[in-house]
């Protein structure tokens, strides 16, 4: 193949796509001279070249798409139709082009059927949708057709034309004609229009009103380049005439070139160090400089513009409008943000693949949203910007949501998590469940997606170049999808370990923190043989980087002294085991060799500032490693999680916080709805009492303790408790820490906000009853449910003071007598003395005789102790305790810490009697 | 013809030619003498600092540095199939270990060896194919075998040396 041809391909296919993108944006916007302008010229140089190369397929293509376009600049309305016909002859001219691409010769083949569509298109009268046969047989974009009455901007539009010179080069580079008139048509066609067509007005208005955005964009010169809309105005015409084309393995050999600069420059600065009188001093520091300067110009002609990678997306979006009868806005932000080549071919694919699914899952119909009263058209935004280090990716849509319900009841059937792991994971967590191969929740597979396949996909995309993937979910409002990658590929920052005899380079990106551990306070436990390690009240899985590479048994050395590097890797955190972590180095990742390739392990190797060749260990390989590891020794991830759960049975997990004084005060964190710091700034009075706005509503701050006033400056931190919709923030000094302790507590009786005090890591600490502070913040709070006349005397029998402390006011707030128990057979002393008892709320595990046996004890007992109503209180609810609860009578089970749950159950039995006695 | 080919000490002479000869580097592994194309061969050095690449198939021993650039260290014995060289209580071969710098592809592998001997100029008059009673890990990286005085020297396909597959050896 000639270098001629070489480059009218590129070319070509370069141009196509512009075509592809100009198109639709001018069916949306049909009196925007400039963009036809554009268009025709394109295809007139594609004409051109390909009667000069001798091509005649091309040729005859070309030129019928071009005979049409010339119509519409005689004043032919743009149809859906007709623009859907040359985006069509534009796909076959692709195809063309990838076969000469591939064989060096034009295909053989017909293009009469597209000719003489086009010819039909072109000759036809003023009646396009009756001449034509549509491709498509519902097109929902009327609007365009209607404008059709605003023929005086067309003749301006033509005038423009006459007065131009012709389709080439010349005509482009000539000043552009005035602005002045162009704005005119788009306050004219709704006038126009509103008389003709009532029926589209509403649809009209808010298209124009869509549309007003990106056509006043255009107006200011420099605004063009923002948008893909106007990105191809002649400002950029100009700009290209700047550039040159380089063969991409020209500048891949610069940048390989400049990374062993780098290395070389790195050796010699470790040289450098050891000889402290060196004169190489000021040189090196000047090489030094040059370097990393050079570096980053080289990188530089590795970036392009984000845009490219978008340039298709409205071609698509127009397709998929088509398909599935949507009507949908595509925004593009940002598209000049610049990254890496290689990166950027990587996320292309993906991208394409997220705004489909915006498109069709994300996106309601048009029905469906003027039903939510939404703005009839959808809208799907992308935006792209940088962050530090890296690129932020959006994908938004306002469209309707994940269903969160249907992805967690689709995650338990698949058996991606336990029941009881689900209903505890946050919103994001079940979002993420999404990313999971074969995945979908899709009610009907449509052409467009979901199969379930590609968000796996996408997800897998994203992590190999180092990226992270998040997703935000509103029901009602829409989906964000934010993808974090790294701006190049080429150099990282990474970690230098050492495990073993040798030292490892891990990726920056995936590390969170380091944690020392020893056989100390912190140190590696072990569940089955399978280490973890204790980190803020979690139990983090712990691999160890020796063990992991084959060069020590697994769980060997663990019980040494060494760091544990925390990383996360998508949704899995884990920590890994090294001996030492010396310091952070910007390392040039070179690829490994393809007789190394095959190892997971290994992202790619390096060469340190001191000579010595170091492998990058690869986070995602890890991971993989991880959850398959801890699978074989018994047990996965997520149920570790549950051991830890169950662990608490005996010790309770504790918030430490300091209120007032300085004095440390605790409150069992499974009330504890959420943590917070707030801007003081926020904080708003009424009444002489203290309010802030805290997810869309006013939330009530109460002071934990009388010493602590609120802040009027900084920020506060809050603890979060919540109840049904309400919400309360406990303003404390300072929130300490999370531990997990064996409670014994003392109980102080002269003060209602503390329930007792305790000593938690050596510190006296008080322990607040959270009875007492929800009055102040809702003085209708314990009031909230009313009391049920038939229920008035519990029995409480749980064996931990702690609890019968906690639970005693709650339900003694709630308008119920308690008497309380510490023992099985303290209870059965209790029920019999006290006729007045009507239910028996129960501690299901208790020493010695358990909640079950005294219950059982009941139901063997007279009729009056026999029929009385129980609920278990139990720490984890478990299949068979629910059996064996169901076959001693017991009416509920409800978690030790599920205050409402046990208040509603109450109520239900209050109800269920009322029912009984009418 | 053949005048000088002396494996050990003669230099390499090329003595009458009667026809077109190539040029081989000897390196030898054990006792025994292995030829390599001259035109496949970059570099001859002695490889320090090896990084070892865990996982890794057994013929890799690692990853070292030369000269700014990361290269694959194959061992040539563990391509044979011969146990490792240290595991000999061999004296005679007391010398560092030397390394061959060879490229596949536009990647540099280092072939690590006993020791490095001459360049030999062969014809094809001395020229044997490669016995078929060889070990089948020999026969296949072996094009064929030169009769030298005393001696004999396997000449090494390159490419059949480095192209093995991941998974394990490749038939030639």
Same mark, same amino acid.
């Given at each position: 193949?000639?270098?001629?041809?070489?480059?009218?391909?590129?070319?070509?296919?370069?141009?196509?796509?512009?075509?592809?993108?100009?198109?639709?944006?001018?069916?949306?916007?049909?009196?925007?001279?400039?963009?036809?302008?554009?268009?025709?010229?394109?295809?007139?140089?594609?004409?051109?070249?390909?009667?000069?190369?001798?091509?005649?397929?091309?040729?005859?293509?070309?030129?019928?798409?071009?005979?049409?376009?010339?119509?519409?600049?005689?004043?032919?309305?743009?149809?859906?139709?007709?623009?859907?016909?040359?985006?069509?002859?534009?796909?076959?001219?692709?195809?063309?082009?990838?076969?000469?691409?591939?064989?060096?010769?034009?295909?053989?083949?017909?293009?009469?059927?597209?000719?003489?569509?086009?010819?039909?298109?072109?000759?036809?009268?003023?009646?396009?949708?009756?001449?034509?046969?549509?491709?498509?047989?519902?097109?929902?974009?009327?609007?365009?057709?209607?404008?059709?009455?605003?023929?005086?901007?067309?003749?301006?539009?033509?005038?423009?034309?006459?007065?131009?010179?012709?389709?080439?080069?010349?005509?482009?580079?000539?000043?552009?004609?005035?602005?002045?008139?162009?704005?005119?048509?788009?306050?004219?066609?709704?006038?126009?229009?509103?008389?003709?067509?009532?029926?589209?007005?509403?649809?009209?208005?808010?298209?124009?009103?869509?549309?007003?955005?990106?056509?006043?964009?255009?107006?200011?010169?420099?605004?063009?380049?923002?948008?893909?809309?106007?990105?191809?105005?002649?400002?950029?015409?100009?700009?290209?005439?700047?550039?040159?084309?380089?063969?991409?393995?020209?500048?891949?050999?610069?940048?390989?070139?400049?990374?062993?600069?780098?290395?070389?420059?790195?050796?010699?600065?470790?040289?450098?160090?050891?000889?402290?009188?060196?004169?190489?001093?000021?040189?090196?520091?000047?090489?030094?400089?040059?370097?990393?300067?050079?570096?980053?110009?080289?990188?530089?002609?590795?970036?392009?513009?984000?845009?490219?990678?978008?340039?298709?997306?409205?071609?698509?979006?127009?397709?998929?409008?088509?398909?599935?009868?949507?009507?949908?806005?595509?925004?593009?932000?940002?598209?000049?943000?610049?990254?890496?080549?290689?990166?950027?071919?990587?996320?292309?694919?993906?991208?394409?693949?997220?705004?489909?699914?915006?498109?069709?899952?994300?996106?309601?119909?048009?029905?469906?949203?003027?039903?939510?009263?939404?703005?009839?058209?959808?809208?799907?935004?992308?935006?792209?910007?940088?962050?530090?280090?890296?690129?932020?990716?959006?994908?938004?849509?306002?469209?309707?949501?994940?269903?969160?319900?249907?992805?967690?009841?689709?995650?338990?059937?698949?058996?991606?998590?336990?029941?009881?792991?689900?209903?505890?994971?946050?919103?994001?967590?079940?979002?993420?469940?999404?990313?999971?191969?074969?995945?979908?929740?899709?009610?009907?597979?449509?052409?467009?997606?979901?199969?379930?396949?590609?968000?796996?996909?996408?997800?897998?995309?994203?992590?190999?170049?180092?990226?992270?993937?998040?997703?935000?979910?509103?029901?009602?409002?829409?989906?964000?999808?934010?993808?974090?990658?790294?701006?190049?590929?080429?150099?990282?920052?990474?970690?230098?370990?050492?495990?073993?005899?040798?030292?490892?380079?891990?990726?920056?990106?995936?590390?969170?923190?380091?944690?020392?551990?020893?056989?100390?306070?912190?140190?590696?436990?072990?569940?089955?043989?399978?280490?973890?390690?204790?980190?803020?009240?979690?139990?983090?899985?712990?691999?160890?980087?020796?063990?992991?590479?084959?060069?020590?048994?697994?769980?060997?050395?663990?019980?040494?002294?060494?760091?544990?590097?925390?990383?996360?890797?998508?949704?899995?955190?884990?920590?890994?085991?090294?001996?030492?972590?010396?310091?952070?180095?910007?390392?040039?990742?070179?690829?490994?060799?393809?007789?190394?390739?095959?190892?997971?392990?290994?992202?790619?190797?390096?060469?340190?500032?001191?000579?010595?060749?170091?492998?990058?260990?690869?986070?995602?390989?890890?991971?993989?490693?991880?959850?398959?590891?801890?699978?074989?020794?018994?047990?996965?991830?997520?149920?570790?999680?549950?051991?830890?759960?169950?662990?608490?049975?005996?010790?309770?997990?504790?918030?430490?916080?300091?209120?007032?004084?300085?004095?440390?005060?605790?409150?069992?964190?499974?009330?504890?709805?959420?943590?917070?710091?707030?801007?003081?700034?926020?904080?708003?009075?009424?009444?002489?009492?203290?309010?802030?706005?805290?997810?869309?509503?006013?939330?009530?701050?109460?002071?934990?303790?009388?010493?602590?006033?609120?802040?009027?400056?900084?920020?506060?931190?809050?603890?979060?408790?919540?109840?049904?919709?309400?919400?309360?923030?406990?303003?404390?000094?300072?929130?300490?820490?999370?531990?997990?302790?064996?409670?014994?507590?003392?109980?102080?009786?002269?003060?209602?906000?503390?329930?007792?005090?305790?000593?938690?890591?050596?510190?006296?600490?008080?322990?607040?009853?959270?009875?007492?502070?929800?009055?102040?913040?809702?003085?209708?709070?314990?009031?909230?449910?009313?009391?049920?006349?038939?229920?008035?005397?519990?029995?409480?029998?749980?064996?931990?003071?702690?609890?019968?402390?906690?639970?005693?006011?709650?339900?003694?707030?709630?308008?119920?007598?308690?008497?309380?128990?510490?023992?099985?057979?303290?209870?059965?002393?209790?029920?019999?003395?006290?006729?007045?008892?009507?239910?028996?709320?129960?501690?299901?595990?208790?020493?010695?005789?358990?909640?079950?046996?005294?219950?059982?004890?009941?139901?063997?007992?007279?009729?009056?102790?026999?029929?009385?109503?129980?609920?278990?209180?139990?720490?984890?609810?478990?299949?068979?305790?629910?059996?064996?609860?169901?076959?001693?009578?017991?009416?509920?089970?409800?978690?030790?810490?599920?205050?409402?749950?046990?208040?509603?159950?109450?109520?239900?039995?209050?109800?269920?009697?009322?029912?009984?006695?009418? | 013809?053949?005048?000088?080919?002396?494996?050990?000490?003669?230099?390499?002479?090329?003595?009458?030619?009667?026809?077109?000869?190539?040029?081989?580097?000897?390196?030898?592994?054990?006792?025994?003498?292995?030829?390599?194309?001259?035109?496949?061969?970059?570099?001859?050095?002695?490889?320090?600092?090896?990084?070892?690449?865990?996982?890794?198939?057994?013929?890799?021993?690692?990853?070292?540095?030369?000269?700014?650039?990361?290269?694959?260290?194959?061992?040539?014995? !563990?391509? #044979?199939?011969?146990? /490792?060289?240290? $595991?000999?209580?061999?004296? *005679?071969? =007391?010398?560092? @270990?030397? &390394?061959?710098?060879?490229?596949?592809?536009?990647?540099?592998?280092?072939?690590?060896?006993?020791?490095?001997?001459?360049?030999?100029?062969?014809?094809?008059?001395?020229?044997?194919?490669?016995?078929?009673?060889?070990?089948?890990?020999?026969?296949?990286?072996?094009?064929?075998?030169?009769?030298?005085?005393? !001696?004999? #020297?396997?000449?090494? /396909?390159?490419? $059949?040396?480095?192209?093995? *597959?991941? =998974?394990?050896? @490749?038939? &030639?």
């Amino acid at each position: 193949m000639d270098d001629l041809l070489r480059e009218f391909l590129t070319e070509s296919g370069e141009h196509l796509d512009t075509v592809d993108a100009e198109l639709v944006r001018f069916e949306q916007d049909p009196n925007n001279e400039t963009i036809l302008r554009n268009i025709f010229r394109l295809v007139h140089t594609i004409k051109g070249t390909c009667g000069f190369l001798g091509l005649p397929r091309l040729e005859a293509l070309a030129h019928a798409a071009e005979t049409l376009m010339g119509r519409f600049r005689d004043g032919l309305p743009a149809t859906s139709a007709s623009v859907t016909l040359i985006l069509l002859t534009l796909d076959r001219l692709k195809a063309i082009l990838a076969d000469l691409e591939a064989t060096g010769t034009e295909p053989s083949g017909s293009d009469d059927d597209l000719i003489s569509a086009l010819e039909r298109m072109s000759e036809g009268p003023h009646e396009p949708v009756a001449a034509a046969p549509p491709p498509e047989p519902v097109l929902p974009d009327p609007v365009v057709r209607e404008l059709k009455p605003g023929e005086v901007s067309l003749e301006d539009l033509e005038a423009a034309f006459m007065s131009a010179p012709g389709p080439d080069e010349s005509d482009f580079l000539a000043p552009p004609p005035p602005v002045a008139p162009a704005p005119t048509p788009a306050p004219a066609a709704p006038a126009a229009v509103a008389p003709a067509a009532p029926k589209a007005e509403v649809k009209i208005e808010a298209k124009i009103e869509a549309k007003a955005e990106p056509v006043e964009a255009e107006k200011p010169e420099p605004a063009r380049v923002e948008k893909v809309e106007g990105a191809e105005g002649e400002a950029t015409a100009a700009a290209k005439n700047q550039t040159i084309r380089v063969n991409v393995d020209t500048l891949e050999h610069l940048m390989t070139m400049v990374s062993e600069l780098v290395l070389t420059r790195n050796q010699l600065l470790e040289i450098a160090r050891r000889h402290e009188d060196s004169s190489y001093k000021v040189p090196l520091q000047r090489l030094s400089h040059v370097t990393a300067e050079l570096q980053e110009g080289v990188m530089k002609t590795r970036m392009q513009p984000i845009g490219n990678a978008w340039q298709k997306l409205p071609r698509v979006v127009r397709d998929l409008s088509a398909e599935l009868g949507k009507q949908i806005d595509l925004v593009m932000v940002g598209n000049e943000t610049e990254l890496d080549r290689q990166v950027l071919e990587v996320i292309k694919d993906p991208l394409t693949h997220m705004v489909r699914n915006s498109a069709d899952h994300g996106l309601e119909s048009t029905a469906e949203r003027v039903a939510a009263g939404k703005p009839a058209r959808g809208t799907i935004r992308l935006a792209a910007y940088h962050e530090g280090g890296t690129i932020t990716i959006e994908i938004a849509d306002d469209g309707k949501g994940l269903n969160l319900a249907a992805i967690r009841k689709k995650a338990a059937e698949r058996g991606l998590a336990s029941q009881a792991d689900i209903e505890r994971m946050t919103d994001a967590q079940v979002a993420k469940f999404i990313f999971h191969a074969g995945f979908s929740t899709a009610a009907a597979v449509t052409s467009v997606s979901g199969r379930g396949v590609g968000m796996d996909v996408v997800k897998t995309n994203i992590e190999t170049i180092g990226g992270l993937i998040d997703i935000a979910t509103t029901a009602g409002r829409g989906t964000t999808f934010t993808i974090k990658i790294p701006l190049t590929l080429a150099i990282v920052a990474a970690l230098i370990v050492r495990a073993g005899e040798h030292r490892f380079a891990l990726p920056q990106v995936a590390v969170l923190e380091l944690v020392r551990v020893d056989a100390g306070a912190q140190r590696v436990e072990h569940i089955n043989g399978a280490p973890v390690l204790r980190l803020r009240e979690r139990l983090l899985p712990i691999v160890s980087l020796t063990g992991l590479l084959g060069q020590s048994s697994p769980g060997a050395e663990t019980d040494q002294a060494g760091f544990v590097v925390v990383a996360q890797v998508g949704r899995e955190r884990f920590g890994i085991l090294v001996d030492e972590v010396f310091h952070t180095e910007e390392i040039v990742v070179k690829p490994m060799s393809v007789k190394l390739r095959h190892i997971p392990m290994f992202a790619g190797n390096t060469i340190l500032g001191d000579g010595a060749v170091v492998l990058i260990v690869d986070p995602n390989g890890v991971a993989r490693q991880v959850a398959q590891g801890v699978q074989g020794s018994g047990g996965h991830i997520d149920s570790d999680a549950d051991e830890a759960v169950e662990m608490a049975d005996t010790k309770t997990t504790l918030l430490v916080f300091k209120g007032g004084q300085g004095s440390f005060k605790a409150v069992p964190l499974s009330l504890v709805t959420r943590l917070e710091e707030i801007e003081c700034a926020k904080v708003e009075w009424l009444g002489g009492r203290a309010l802030i706005q805290y997810r869309g509503r006013l939330m009530p701050l109460v002071p934990a303790d009388a010493a602590i006033t609120i802040k009027s400056e900084g920020t506060q931190a809050l603890v979060v408790f919540s109840d049904g919709e309400r919400a309360m923030g406990l303003v404390v000094d300072e929130i300490v820490d999370i531990v997990e302790e064996r409670l014994d507590i003392e109980i102080a009786a002269d003060r209602s906000d503390l329930i007792g005090s305790a000593v938690l890591r050596g510190r006296a600490t008080d322990i607040i009853n959270i009875a007492h502070f929800l009055p102040l913040a809702y003085d209708d709070w314990a009031r909230g449910l009313k009391r049920p006349e038939q229920i008035s005397t519990i029995l409480l029998v749980d064996d931990s003071a702690f609890f019968r402390d906690m639970l005693s006011p709650v339900l003694k707030a709630a308008g119920y007598q308690v008497i309380t128990a510490a023992s099985a057979d303290a209870a059965l002393a209790a029920l019999q003395s006290d006729p007045q008892i009507e239910v028996v709320v129960t501690d299901l595990e208790m020493p010695g005789r358990s909640g079950f046996d005294l219950v059982a004890a009941m139901r063997r007992a007279e009729p009056r102790l026999a029929g009385l109503p129980v609920i278990g209180l139990t720490g984890a609810i478990g299949a068979d305790a629910v059996e064996r609860a169901r076959s001693l009578a017991i009416s509920d089970l409800v978690a030790k810490f599920d205050r409402s749950g046990l208040i509603s159950a109450l109520a239900e039995i209050g109800a269920a009697t009322v029912s009984k006695a009418a | 013809m053949q005048a000088a080919n002396a494996n050990t000490s003669g230099a390499p002479t090329n003595g009458v030619e009667t026809g077109a000869t190539d040029d081989f580097v000897t390196v030898y592994v054990g006792e025994t003498l292995f030829g390599l194309a001259i035109e496949r061969v970059h570099d001859v050095f002695v490889p320090s600092g090896v990084t070892p690449v865990p996982l890794a198939p057994a013929e890799i021993v690692g990853l070292l540095n030369l000269r700014g650039r990361v290269v694959t260290a194959m061992s040539l014995r !563990r391509r #044979l199939g011969l146990p /490792d060289a240290e $595991a000999e209580a061999d004296g *005679t071969k =007391a010398s560092p @270990k030397m &390394a061959i710098g060879l490229e596949q592809a536009g990647e540099t592998f280092a072939l690590v060896v006993d020791g490095v001997g001459e360049v030999l100029k062969l014809g094809a008059d001395s020229r044997e194919a490669v016995p078929i009673n060889l070990d089948p890990r020999f026969r296949d990286l072996a094009t064929c075998v030169h009769r030298l005085d005393g !001696r004999l #020297l396997v000449i090494l /396909d390159v490419d $059949a040396l480095l192209g093995f *597959t991941p =998974a394990g050896a @490749k038939a &030639a």
